[in-house]
């Protein structure tokens, strides 16, 4: 959550935002919600009551874990969630809770840590959990309390936990950082010797003492995994040499890396940089944009191809009621932008905007925030959260046309005062949607679409910290139909979705075979496939596929993977 943008206007005090845009002279006021558009809304979604859920019919939530503990208080804020295995690890402004989703409609929590200090974001990297504290502490241990930004001995930065033993986590090293850690997101060397830390922090005043202006840039912790305690910040480059960046600016609210293709996109505040990582230490802005529209440049996302990036606005800082008729239908929204060019000429050229497209009543805290990829065959599809505007699922392959698909959410928390609450974090994993209430506790969900069922087949993640984006098998192919004379794989990934193969199917070396919700009916050979998956089908032959995954299927032959 950030503070509130410049200019922020509350619209719990009824003050109509369109009327300001209007005086200004600008175009702004084009874009606001008329009062006929209003009623025709109103019309036909009416804002679910305190507590009460509305949905799309493909969206269900199947579980729900209240907070408890050290966390069951109103200012205990669930945060960001990491994934390993069959745990979650969910973060919040106090610490952070383990929770065992092996049986995702029944999580069970593991262990939880108190450990104070805002934003409690995770992310994990073998047995290292590592947690970003945004807030000066006395000192840097799980027993502070609220320290001062002007003093020297105030801490603030990244705990480091062992979590081999998810039941009863390690505190083993801190590392203090300028203007603390309001986010991290990991940067895996290609040795598989380091993992570095990038630190996102903002905020500075003369009168702190290690959070002074101009704070344009990042920190960047290295930690050597054979030696974790040893971890230090190694570099912390200047993002905007030579100028004070967009006026707003003063460091990065989040970075999302994708280390396989060395590229980082960076939401700094009043601008949008893509960024070359191939030097870990060293990363280098390619291009910058910045959008008159944006308050807040709060995150982003890249799709699988690494050609696209959706960047979120956070008007409001997370607290405001952006999702009302006092909001354009752009403001507080994605902005989707296409990666153009190649090497250090590409671009990032914008395409169009996505708001959820339903209201909500003046109490509710709403803006674009925290989402993830599903991988879904041979489209661009993520889902989303919209603090108390809920869980939206949506398809932007077409990237100048973003369609929302499903969406779920709570009504307000209150019918007589805004509490902050909602969706703060809501990603994919496995099957699965899981998220982060900022009140409500931990949520799964379950979206049942055939657009998005396919993703069951196409990739489990062991490991997934939605920053630190990993991709996933690309289906150059996508088959739903009938195919009679068997299939043979020559390169790229063949999909089947709901197909049917009569005849043998062959892969060759280097192609790739994914097979969901289908029917085969004859042999699957592949030797030194790229991938070859096969879930919720049927073969009636025998496989030989060293290294495949075959799950929830049935198999009327010889198996040899």
């Known amino acids: 959550m950030a503070a509130p943008a410049s200019g922020f206007t509350d619209s719990a005090e009824g003050t109509d935002a369109c009327d300001s845009f209007q005086g200004a002279g600008d175009n702004f006021a084009e874009y606001c919600i008329t009062e006929e558009a209003v009623n025709d809304a109103a019309a036909t979604y009416a804002i679910p009551g305190v507590d009460e859920i509305s949905s799309s019919p493909n969206l269900e939530l199947i579980a729900n874990i209240p907070k408890f503990g050290g966390f069951a208080t109103e200012s205990a804020y669930n945060t960001d969630l990491a994934f390993q295995g069959n745990y979650v690890i969910a973060g919040n402004y106090q610490g952070f809770n383990i929770l065992d989703v092996s049986t995702p409609g029944s999580p069970q929590v593991v262990s939880q840590v108190v450990c104070p200090g805002s934003q409690g974001d995770p992310s994990v990297f073998g047995d290292l959990l590592f947690l970003a504290v945004d807030a000066p502490r006395s000192d840097d241990s799980c027993n502070s309390a609220s320290g001062s930004a002007a003093q020297q001995t105030s801490w603030e930065g990244v705990r480091i936990f062992d979590i081999s033993d998810k039941a009863n986590p390690q505190y083993i090293k801190s590392v203090r950082t300028d203007c603390g850690s309001h986010t991290l997101t990991l940067a895996p060397d290609k040795a598989g010797t380091d993992v570095y830390v990038y630190v996102q922090s903002y905020g500075p005043s003369s009168g702190a003492f290690y959070c002074k202006p101009p704070h344009d840039k990042i920190s960047i912790i290295k930690v050597p995994l054979d030696n974790p305690t040893s971890a230090s910040v190694v570099a912390a480059p200047v993002l905007f040499p030579g100028t004070a960046g967009n006026t707003s600016t003063s460091g990065c609210h989040d970075i999302t890396t994708y280390p396989e293709l060395d590229l980082a996109a960076g939401a ?294």
């Open 268 to 561: 700094c505040m009043g601008d949008g940089v893509l960024m070359d990582i191939s030097d870990r230490e060293n990363p280098v802005i390619i291009s910058q944009v910045r959008d008159t529209n944006f308050a807040f440049w709060h995150s982003a996302t890249f799709n699988n191809a690494g050609t696209k990036v959706v960047f979120t606005d956070e008007l409001g800082g997370g607290s405001g009621a952006i999702c009302t008729s006092s909001y354009r239908t752009n403001q507080g929204a994605n902005a989707i932008y296409d990666i153009v060019g190649s090497g250090a000429d590409r671009e990032l050229v914008f395409k169009s905007y996505y708001k959820i497209p339903r209201l909500n009543s003046t109490l509710e805290n709403c803006v674009a925030h925290n989402g993830s990829l599903i991988p879904a065959m041979g489209r661009d599809i993520m889902v989303q959260a919209w603090y108390q505007g809920g869980i939206s699922v949506i398809d932007f392959t077409d990237s100048a046309n973003p369609v929302e698909i499903a969406y779920w959410e709570r009504g307000p928390l209150s019918d007589t005062r805004r509490i902050l609450g909602g969706a703060w974090s809501t990603y994919y994993h496995n099957g699965y949607i899981y998220s982060n209430d900022i009140q409500k506790g931990f949520d799964v969900l379950k979206l049942d679409d055939p657009r998005t069922n396919n993703a069951r087949a196409v990739v489990a993640f062991e490991e997934l910290n939605v920053q630190t984006q990993p991709s996933y098998p690309a289906c150059t192919t996508v088959i739903t139909n009938r195919i009679n004379g068997g299939l043979d794989v020559k390169s790229g990934v063949t999909c089947l979705d709901g197909a049917s193969v009569n005849g043998a199917t062959k892969v060759a070396p280097g192609a790739g075979l994914i097979i969901f919700d289908s029917s085969l009916n004859g042999s699957i050979t592949a030797t030194d496939a790229t991938v070859v998956s096969i879930v919720e089908s049927k073969v009636n032959g025998s496989v030989k596929a060293p290294g495949a995954v075959i799950r929830d299927s049935k198999v009327n032959g010889s198996v040899k993977i």
